[in-house]
């Protein structure tokens, strides 16, 4: 099959995959979904051309938007992950013994579906009896919610479209109102070497709500730049103030305590985009 | 100019750049040459189609080769770069003021050349007193010296072509007769998600040789996979032996002291493939 599927990362970079098969393409409520098959990366999901997750590497995205915050709180019971339909979140999640529900809102529920269909390894834990999947829009369920979670995760695609609304300072204050005392917050914000006003303001919105403010990093190859951030916002608990014995141990790739602990290492051309 | 660049990555992973200028082309002795200018990376170099650097992002390659080794050592004063004819790892090494000599064992003087003509940020310090640049086979070059150099570092291209010599056991061993006693080597050793086999047996290479080995990692935008791999072996001193003020303090952008130490915090699957 000469079927190529071309990211166009920039106006002037642009990925290409070399389609083994085209599994799934179709026009949901809300965006182009699409699944294929590629030689080095396994199963590709594409959310309006734009690369989501695949089989190869989704690990070191899951890991690290879920073990570094369950490892900051010392006890998750209730998280609520807003985005995320394909389950690989949900799937780290369920990891933690302590966590007694998980709610995933997405709003495309073509997105679950298709993740069951076609990437069993990333939706396994959706059936867990812990999960809770609602089809919706995040921003409202969180706006319905008070003192309820422990962790919120916002895993969304870029921000535009569906996804925009969830990068804003009043969504942000409705997170805060959501959680509980000691409740914290962590969103993918992108790559420093393409978005940094978007990480900038992020994190300067973040401070004015969180007393504890912190990005981290990670190394995602499908991702343009390859670098990727994450924002956490937290009422109480630093994900800095960890030692060995606070890490719950699971069974992971690419996170690990030595990995929490260097994501946050950031260098100083990304401390000059956040002022730190 | 609607001329764009496109790098094989793999097989079945393309990288296209938008060309705004092509600067320069041509077939030198052992490779294609090329450097354009892009809207996002600023000037980009080629060689055999194969991104080498861009003025975007040469920072974190060049810094994160240099600079781990250079503050490893207590007194580096004669240092020898093979490759690395665009002069970004010399300008990070002159940073340090215990230098005396650095030897710049470069095999394709139109590479040089074309560094000072189009990318005088990168290749600014070749023109340092201290710099000796030798135009010719680096592995020759190593194999005329012994105990002549605090540290070597292999600044290559791909294992493939000119650059593939550079990865053998037996040249790991001139090169350790060509460090002094207290000496230590460095080398890119490419992607540990596409190139497993390759860093697994750089590695064991190296653990035969030197009493000293390790394996960091550093985010590279425009290198395929986004995370870049640096092999380290040392007859005695170790990377992670040292504290805040061990480091020399030098301008730069991505390397800093948290992030050397950073940079050895290997995720399980890396630690997996070379088996620690």
Same mark, same amino acid.
């Given at each position: 099959?000469?079927?190529?599927?071309?990211?166009?990362?920039?106006?002037?970079?642009?990925?290409?995959?070399?389609?083994?098969?085209?599994?799934?393409?179709?026009?949901?409520?809300?965006?182009?979904?699409?699944?294929?098959?590629?030689?080095?990366?396994?199963?590709?999901?594409?959310?309006?051309?734009?690369?989501?997750?695949?089989?190869?590497?989704?690990?070191?995205?899951?890991?690290?938007?879920?073990?570094?915050?369950?490892?900051?709180?010392?006890?998750?019971?209730?998280?609520?992950?807003?985005?995320?339909?394909?389950?690989?979140?949900?799937?780290?999640?369920?990891?933690?013994?302590?966590?007694?529900?998980?709610?995933?809102?997405?709003?495309?529920?073509?997105?679950?579906?298709?993740?069951?269909?076609?990437?069993?390894?990333?939706?396994?834990?959706?059936?867990?009896?812990?999960?809770?999947?609602?089809?919706?829009?995040?921003?409202?369920?969180?706006?319905?919610?008070?003192?309820?979670?422990?962790?919120?995760?916002?895993?969304?695609?870029?921000?535009?479209?569906?996804?925009?609304?969830?990068?804003? +300072?009043?969504?942000?204050? &409705? %997170?805060?109102? $959501?959680?509980?005392?000691?409740?914290? *917050? #962590?969103? =993918?914000?992108?790559?420093?070497?393409?978005?940094?006003?978007?990480?900038?303001?992020?994190?300067?919105?973040?401070?004015?709500?969180?007393?504890?403010?912190?990005?981290?990093?990670?190394?995602?190859?499908?991702?343009?730049?390859?670098?990727?951030?994450?924002?956490?916002?937290?009422?109480?608990?630093?994900?800095?103030?960890?030692?060995?014995?606070?890490?719950?141990?699971?069974?992971? +790739?690419?996170?690990?305590? &030595? %990995?929490?602990? $260097?994501?946050?290492?950031?260098?100083? *051309? #990304?401390? =000059?985009?956040?002022?730190?």
């Amino acid at each position: 099959m000469n079927l190529w599927f071309t990211e166009v990362q920039t106006k002037n970079v642009m990925l290409s995959l070399a389609t083994e098969n085209l599994l799934h393409i179709e026009k949901t409520d809300y965006q182009e979904l699409a699944v294929i098959e590629h030689k080095d990366l396994g199963r590709v999901l594409f959310l309006d051309s734009v690369i989501q997750t695949s089989t190869r590497d989704e690990f070191v995205y899951h890991e690290m938007i879920s073990h570094v915050p369950m490892n900051t709180h010392p006890h998750p019971r209730r998280v609520l992950v807003v985005g995320g339909g394909d389950g690989g979140t949900v799937r780290e999640i369920v990891k933690h013994p302590t966590v007694e529900k998980v709610v995933l809102a997405e709003i495309d529920e073509r997105v679950v579906w298709a993740a069951r269909e076609y990437l069993p390894e990333i939706s396994a834990a959706l059936g867990d009896p812990r999960v809770e999947i609602r089809i919706g829009d995040g921003n409202v369920l969180v706006r319905e919610n008070e003192n309820a979670f422990d962790l919120i995760i916002v895993d969304s695609t870029d921000p535009v479209g569906p996804g925009e609304v969830l990068f804003s +300072r009043d969504f942000y204050g &409705a %997170v805060s109102r $959501a959680l509980k005392e000691d409740g914290l *917050f #962590v969103a =993918q914000t992108e790559s420093p070497f393409y978005n940094e006003d978007l990480i900038r303001r992020v994190q300067q919105d973040l401070s004015a709500i969180f007393p504890v403010t912190r990005l981290y990093l990670a190394a995602i190859p499908t991702y343009p730049g390859g670098l990727w951030s994450f924002s956490l916002g937290s009422k109480k608990h630093d994900p800095l103030d960890l030692d060995e014995r606070d890490f719950r141990h699971c069974a992971t +790739r690419y996170y690990s305590p &030595a %990995v929490h602990l $260097a994501a946050f290492a950031l260098p100083p *051309f #990304v401390r =000059q985009i956040i002022g730190v």
